[in-house]
Each structure stands twice: as C-alpha cells, then as structure tokens.
C-alpha cells in the first residue's frame, strides 16, 4: 500500500511540475514602460500636426485630457484609459490671435465644441479673461467648467459632458470677482 501512495505523490508531483512550465506565461506580466514619455509622445504629435510644442499645460486624469501649448494656441489632446498614450487631438484647437482679434464681438469669453469625441463624451473648452472669475454652461445644466491659468491675463476653462452632442449655440453667464454678472443673460 506504501509504494502506491509513494507512486501516486510522484506522479502527482510530475504532473503539477508539467503543468506548472506548460502553462506559465512567455512574456513578463504587467504594463510595458513605453520608451518616451506621455508627454514627450503628445509633444511630438503636436509638433507633426501644428509646427511646435512649447509645453504641456495640464494633466487631467479624470477626464484623460492633456493641454498643449504650442506657439499658435492651446491644443486638447485625448489620451487612453491608462492615460499612458496620445490618442486623438480635440478640434479646434484654441487660437492665440483670434482671441484677442475678436474681443469685441465674443465678450471676455471664447468658446468651442467637439460632440462625440469618443462615444458620449463632448467637450466644451475655451479662453477666457481675467475678469471672467466664474463661468457658467447654462444651456447645458448649470454646469461650472474647469479652469486653469496660462499666462498674462488669460485662462483655458473646459468642462467634459457625457452626452453625445452639446446643445448649440452654447448659452454661457460669466460673474466678475464680485459676484456681478459681466455677460450672458
């Protein structure tokens, strides 16, 4: 009875032993380390698509959106799930000139859309002045977007909507520090 139990654990074993390099996996588990970085990879995107890339701007891993500065504008750049790679470029990209250019006719806000940028995921993203303290999508909720500083008295507000397409033309109310509203309705 011994030598079957002794047969029976070595078998056992050989099996286990087998199965164990039979089924072990060939290449290494886990993420690969890309060779550049995120930011080097949207950087030469952006340089190929518009001239040059002076500098990423924000990172906003809630969203997967990456904001590029090149000598033009501000470009948004979504990235994958992993937020570990460049994407697609959101549309149209935030132009320097045409903001102060247009002052006028826009008020202390400029605006743009892309609907269905990936599924029901739409961007509201733009330029405002330093006035501009509080904006408000009233035409899409109530919504109060994202905003952070680029340089001498201006800011890129953005808000991300789940929703296939934004509801044009976008209705916008912007206060001033005090409360007082500066435009909109």
Known sequence: MTKKIVIAVFC????????????????????????????????????????DCKRILLYDSYSKLVFAESSSGIIPVLTNKEFTDFKKFISPMMDFQEFKEERVERGPVDWRADNQVEGDFSVLYGFAEDEAKTIVLTSEGHVQ??????????????????????????????????GKMIYGE
């Open 12 to 51: 056992t074993g050989f099996v286990l032993v087998i199965s164990f390099f039979a089924l072990r996996p060939t290449e290494p588990a886990g993420t690969i380390i890309p060779d550049l970085s995120l930011e080097e990879r949207v950087c030469e995107r952006v340089t190929a698509q518009f001239g």
């Open 145 to 178: 977007p994202n905003r952070f500083f680029v340089r001498d008295n201006l800011w890129v507000w953005y808000a991300v909507l789940k929703k296939d397409e934004v509801e044009m033309p976008v209705k916008v109310t912007v206060y001033d520090g005090n």
